[in-house]
């Protein structure tokens, strides 16, 4: 990563050789074709069918190879056939979708929700990929309930352009050094894969004693939650409502969407006021992914029960710390979801499989035992989860850094200064704006819609 270390410390450049233009002086800007709407335009198909989901799949991956959807003859009609090389960005969506970025590996089919950018002549599809990686789209987006961004705005978006041999050595230092970048990445996300291993080893070992195993419903009551009306839910009040969204493995998330009531009846209060020490459990998600079924402890109070939640109150033969551990384990979840059931988009597990559900009962001092050596070791793991955050994050931002100087002409300074021959007169930024400002021209004689780009 010596290059890496060395592009980081160079003083900051403008280059002269450059030229400051818009991207719509460089690219042809569009957005792609509106969905077909049938399962016939489906069947049997072979033509590849961007969506905005496809986009998300791509991770730090640029190019776009496949696609989870593929239209049919009967489905192209009139649409337009974006040509290998296109760069495309989420044109509109949820705010976290708007950052994406993509290149066509091959020619294919672009939904609508897309905005496409097919470069001129002598401009490198990586190169504008890279340079709108900066660019936070979320900033020049329309705020609405469905954000969207005005292709006006995006015309106006501005790109230094280099000469073509230098736009070259650019994508290549970048893409040499994000290689450095993403191994380092990845040998983290595999120390977290680990961590979790090691943590499901840590809660097995824990509770494979030959302890008696009870049903819950001998040392807990269980209560599920009240229904209580949305159109009730404000914005602050002296009760908050727990919903679903709030609770996740060891974690209230009090600051996720929080609503509150503030006139509760009274048997209201008595039968869904959560206590400290209460363990909440959530029992709907999706069906067959196991992402329900979350435990935590309450330690707040003024904390009202929603529904698709259950609350256990243990008594004084289990302590909501051993079962919390307990039900982080594979053999509680195997029993959990044995009761699920459910359609396909949604899974439930009712308040009598709880119940029914067995678990381990040591005395109270071997719980306690049992809870002190799973922190000990869980303290160590969250020392070094917090640590790889930390540096995933600064991944992150150095990878910005890298972008940011390599479109201030930082990473290719030494290169310019040593080859001023290959950009100077016909192979200049200058000339290459020529060249395209006359691409364009010619192209207004054409059809409307490029199906190719060489």
Known sequence: MSKMANTLHNGR?????????????????????????????????????????????????????????????????????????????????????????????????????????IPFNG???????????????????????????????????????????????????????????????????????????YRQAVLKYSFEGKWKKIPMQSIS????????????????????????????????????????????????IDKYLLKPGDVVISLTGTRKKRDYGYTTIVKEENLLLNQRLARLRFDEKCLPKF?????????????????????VGQGNVGMKAIQSTEMPLPSIQEQRKIIQSIESRFSVCDKIEDSIGENLQKAEALRQSILKQAFDGKLTKQWRNDHKNLISNENSAEALLERI???????KTEPKGRKKHD
């Open 437 to 443: 400002k006359a691409e364009k021209e010619a192209l």
């Open 323 to 343: 079962f919390l551990y307990y039900s982080w384990t594979q053999l509680f979840k195997d029993s959990f979801f044995a009761s699920e059931t459910g359609n």
């Open 123 to 197: 401009v490198l599809s990586e190169y504008l990929y890279y340079r709108l990686k900066i660019i936070d789209f979320n900033s020049i987006a329309h705020a609405t309930t469905l954000p969207s961004i005005p292709l006006s705005k995006v015309y106006g978006i501005q790109i230094s352009l280099a000469s073509s041999e230098e736009q070259k050595q650019i994508v290549n230092i970048i893409e040499e050094i994000f290689s450095d970048l993403d191994s380092a990445v990845e040998n983290l996300k595999k120390t977290q894969e680990q961590l979790k291993t």
């Open 221 to 268: 009551e269980a209560f599920g939650g009240c229904a209580f009306k949305s159109a009730n839910f404000k914005e602050s009040g002296i009760y908050q409502v727990i919903r679903i969204g709030n609770v996740r493995p060891g974690t209230m998330r009090l600051n996720i969407s929080p609503v509150f009531l503030d006139v509760v009846e009274q048997k209201i």
């Open 13 to 117: 450049t403008s280059p002269e050789e450059w030229e400051q233009i818009s991207l719509g002086d460089i690219a042809d800007i569009g957005t792609g074709n509106p969905a077909p709407q049938g399962e016939q335009f489906f069947k049997d198909g072979i033509y590849p069918f961007v969506r905005v989901q496809d986009m998300g799949r791509l991770g730090e991956n640029k190019h776009i190879i496949n696609t989870a959807d593929r239209i049919n003859q009967n489905a192209i009609g009139k649409m337009q056939l974006f040509p290998k090389g296109t760069v495309l960005f989420t044109k509109s969506g949820a705010s976290s979708l708007l950052n994406q970025r993509g290149i066509l590996k091959s020619d294919m089919y672009v939904v609508s929700h897309i905005a496409t950018a």
